[in-house]
T-cell receptor
Framework: DAKTTQPNSMESNEEEPVHLPCNHS???????IHWYRQLPSQGPEYVIHGLTSNVNNRMASLAIAEDRKSSTLILHRATLRDAAVYYCILRDKAGGTSYGKLTFGQGTILTVHP | DADVTQTPRNRITKTGKRIMLECSQT?????MYWYRQDPGLGLQLIYY???????NKGEISDGYSVSRQAQAKFSLSLESAIPNQTALYFC????????????FGEGSRLTVL
């Protein structure tokens, strides 16, 4: 499985934008980029995913580099509730046993200051 | 009520005991998963099931077994618990689609003394 590299931790101030980077230099053409986050004492929750084009949803935006070797999760205005561990995960679109699995790395711990 | 429910939420047991963690879901998903999380680390996949008759080992299945009793129920068993199985366990479900978002339960914290 292709791996991702994320900073161990990042800090932000409330109401400021946050850019969480992820490197995935060995990404294959069929890998989707997924982001999940885990709030304290909770299970992970889906944030966003994309393949090649930038994506927006109500929670965040995902900016994908043209060569797809890196991506950035953007929280437009951080709130205290956004403090969590953010996981960048590559997910194979193809069939087989890897389909449907998510392999979590250690993620980025985001601290949001009031 | 939560869409993915895990029981028990907390359990303390002794080495050598048999433990079962249960997961039930109301989302109508075919796919269910068991993950383990150790402190400060990401999640590791233990077992996954794509339908009632399909069960597959994940990255760290040794020492664990599972049972898919129905579409909505997926249980994880530790036949003889050992201290290094102390961890937070998560059940998750997903639909069949390519983008199948995973929905996680709130976790079961297991301590093996």
């Amino acid at each position: 499985d292709a791996k991702t590299t994320q900073p161990n931790s990042m800090e932000s101030n409330e109401e400021e934008p946050v850019h969480l980077p992820c490197n995935h230099s060995t990404i294959s053409g069929t890998d989707y980029i997924h982001w999940y986050r885990q709030l304290p004492s909770q299970g992970p929750e889906y944030v966003i995913h994309g393949l090649t084009s930038n994506v927006n949803n109500r929670m965040a935006s995902l900016a994908i580099a043209e060569d797809r070797k890196s991506s950035t999760l953007i929280l437009h205005r951080a709130t205290l509730r956004d403090a969590a561990v953010y996981y960048c995960i590559l997910r194979d679109k193809a069939g087989g046993t890897s389909y449907g699995k998510l392999t979590f790395g250690q993620g980025t711990i985001l601290t949001v200051h009031p | 009520d939560a869409d993915v429910t895990q029981t028990p939420r907390n359990r303390i047991t002794k080495t050598g005991k048999r433990i079962m963690l249960e997961c039930s879901q109301t989302k109508g998903h075919d796919r269910m998963y068991w993950y383990r999380q150790d402190p400060g680390l990401g999640l590791q996949l233990i077992y996954y099931s794509f339908d009632v008759k399909d069960i597959n080992k994940g990255e760290i299945s040794d020492g664990y077994s599972v049972s898919r009793q129905a579409q909505a129920k997926f249980s994880l068993s530790l036949e003889s618990a050992i201290p290094n199985q102390t961890a937070l366990y998560f059940c998750a479900t997903s639909d069949k689609g390519t983008y199948g978002e995973l929905f996680f339960g709130e976790g079961s914290r297991l301590t093996v003394l």
